[in-house]
């Protein structure tokens, strides 16, 4: 049974609070490979590389998901699709969990991309079903915060568990989250009906808009220069600053908690000026990115200067999904979504990989100083894409632009 369409005036925040939760389930299946791969790949047989590359596969299909899921989905309700894709969520986590062989693990992290690139892609317009647009930014942040809580425990409780229950028990684990997602999303969600003008032409259309090439461009530059920098964090504490075993988790956790609040604080910043944050976060990250390298081997500093870009990094995606939301009427959203979804996952690979070539090659300074440039970049593309939307839409926006 599905609910009839209701209107947004006050808001359908049960249905918000339940996206929240579908996030915290989703980007803890995402990664947990990563604080499991060493049994894993005991288990399956495989290297460690290889047991890596159930990351990479679901990032993959994410972009082949986002890409194409607007066009794929047709006119099925939003609710319903919502729905089949946190389904599929925990039957990739069973699939995973009962893999007897690495073919079968790879199927299960497949999945679990499609339902990454699916569901991203569809936030952004849910958000506007859901709330009023003056709430849309709120309604994002409480998506985000979700992916905050995930990344601030899924790691080092899935570490916990590996070690008590064992990997397969780990993922197991994930189920009954998802099924509770489940029921709270078909409790709460509303019918929303698919929008009768599908785009015909795919996603890259839109890209014609010189302002949507622009804040994309912004947008990927700004994740590339983050996961550059982010990617290698760890190894930056155990070889520069000297951490030891108990001090790395803690400045992690400070990473993480930082970016919680961050999440849940963006939403005013967002209200008083959409483009003045989305072009200060990338400049300060970048300072933060250029002061790590004098500052690496000191202890307190560098946790300080780590929680700072925890604050900013992990809340500033709920800019940039605020922005689609400003930029996409209805009829597009979607289009626009899984565009940005593409963008992101394309760019996470990208800044990893120029992260490890760089410090294969030069060392974390070359890394990290690579990182501020990518940023101080996305800053200035941002200041491009605000002057671009003010020329475009003169009222509001252009008032916002030029202060």
Same mark, same amino acid.
């Given at each position: 049974?599905?609910?009839?369409?209701? +209107?947004?005036?006050?808001?359908?925040?049960?249905?918000?609070?339940?996206?929240?939760?579908?996030?915290?389930?989703?980007?803890?299946?995402?990664?947990?490979?990563?604080?499991?791969?060493?049994?894993? =790949?005991?288990?399956?047989?495989?290297?460690?590389?290889?047991?890596?590359?159930?990351?990479?596969?679901?990032?993959?299909?994410?972009?082949?998901?986002?890409? /194409?899921?607007?066009?794929?989905?047709?006119?099925?309700?939003?609710?319903?699709?919502?729905?089949?894709? +946190?389904?599929?969520?925990?039957?990739?986590?069973?699939?995973?969990?009962?893999?007897?062989?690495?073919?079968?693990?790879?199927?299960?992290?497949?999945?679990?991309?499609?339902?990454?690139?699916?569901?991203?892609?569809?936030?952004? =317009?849910?958000?506007?079903?859901?709330?009023? &647009?003056?709430?849309?930014?709120?309604?994002?942040?409480?998506?985000?915060? #979700?992916?905050?809580?995930? +990344?601030?425990?899924? &790691?080092?409780?899935?570490?916990?568990?590996?070690?008590?229950?064992?990997?397969?028990?780990?993922?197991?684990?994930?189920?009954?989250? &998802?099924?509770?997602?489940?029921?709270?999303?078909?409790?709460?969600?509303?019918?929303?009906?698919?929008?009768?003008?599908?785009?015909?032409?795919?996603?890259?259309? %839109?890209?014609?808009?010189?302002?949507?090439?622009?804040?994309?461009? &912004?947008?990927?530059?700004?994740?590339?220069?983050?996961?550059?920098?982010? +990617? $290698?964090?760890?190894?930056?504490?155990?070889?520069?600053?000297?951490?030891?075993?108990?001090?790395?988790?803690?400045?992690?956790?400070?990473?993480?908690?930082?970016?919680?609040?961050?999440?849940?604080?963006? #939403?005013?910043?967002?209200?008083? #000026?959409? $483009?003045?944050?989305?072009?200060?976060?990338?400049?300060?990250?970048?300072?933060?990115?250029?002061?790590?390298?004098?500052?690496?081997?000191?202890?307190?500093?560098?946790?300080?200067?780590?929680?700072?870009?925890?604050?900013?990094?992990?809340?500033?995606?709920?800019?940039?999904?605020?922005?689609?939301?400003?930029?996409?009427?209805?009829?597009? =959203?979607?289009?626009?979504?899984?565009?940005?979804?593409?963008?992101?996952?394309?760019?996470?690979?990208?800044?990893?990989?120029?992260?490890?070539?760089?410090?294969?090659?030069?060392?974390?300074?070359?890394?990290?100083?690579?990182?501020?440039?990518? %940023?101080?970049?996305?800053? %200035?593309?941002? $200041?491009?894409?605000?002057?671009?939307?003010? /020329?475009?839409?003169?009222?509001?926006?252009?008032?916002?632009?030029?202060?």
């Amino acid at each position: 049974m599905s609910r009839p369409d209701t +209107t947004v005036d006050r808001g359908n925040w049960g249905g918000v609070l339940a996206m929240m939760l579908c996030v915290f389930a989703l980007i803890a299946s995402e990664f947990m490979p990563v604080s499991l791969l060493t049994p894993l =790949a005991a288990d399956l047989g495989v290297t460690g590389g290889l047991a890596g590359y159930g990351i990479a596969i679901s990032g993959a299909f994410a972009v082949l998901t986002s890409l /194409s899921i607007s066009r794929l989905a047709g006119t099925i309700d939003r609710r319903t699709l919502l729905l089949t894709l +946190t389904a599929l969520m925990a039957v990739s986590g069973l699939v995973v969990a009962l893999a007897p062989n690495y073919p079968v693990y790879m199927i299960g992290r497949a999945l679990i991309g499609v339902v990454i690139g699916g569901f991203w892609s569809l936030s952004a =317009a849910t958000a506007m079903r859901l709330v009023p &647009a003056a709430q849309v930014p709120r309604a994002l942040a409480i998506f985000n915060g #979700g992916n905050a809580l995930a +990344t601030v425990i899924a &790691a080092p409780l899935g570490s916990y568990l590996g070690g008590v229950i064992g990997w397969r028990g780990a993922f197991l684990c994930l189920l009954p989250v &998802a099924a509770v997602a489940l029921a709270w999303q078909w409790a709460c969600l509303p019918s929303m009906a698919a929008e009768r003008r599908q785009p015909q032409r795919g996603v890259l259309v %839109l890209l014609r808009r010189r302002v949507v090439a622009l804040g994309m461009t &912004a947008c990927g530059a700004f994740f590339m220069g983050q996961f550059a920098l982010f +990617t $290698y964090v760890r190894p930056f504490l155990e070889r520069v600053t000297n951490a030891g075993d108990a001090t790395v988790p803690l400045v992690l956790l400070a990473i993480g908690v930082s970016g919680l609040v961050g999440t849940l604080a963006i #939403g005013a910043f967002l209200r008083r #000026g959409l $483009y003045r944050t989305l072009v200060t976060v990338p400049a300060l990250m970048a300072v933060i990115a250029a002061a790590l390298v004098p500052l690496g081997p000191q202890v307190w500093p560098t946790a300080a200067l780590l929680s700072a870009w925890g604050l900013l990094a992990t809340a500033a995606p709920v800019g940039w999904w605020s922005w689609l939301a400003r930029t996409f009427s209805n009829d597009d =959203a979607e289009a626009g979504g899984g565009l940005m979804v593409a963008v992101v996952q394309c760019s996470i690979a990208l800044g990893s990989t120029l992260g490890g070539l760089l410090l294969d090659s030069v060392g974390f300074a070359g890394t990290f100083l690579a990182s501020a440039g990518v %940023l101080v970049f996305a800053a %200035l593309l941002a $200041y491009l894409t605000a002057a671009d939307a003010g /020329s475009a839409a003169p009222s509001a926006v252009a008032a916002e632009a030029r202060s």
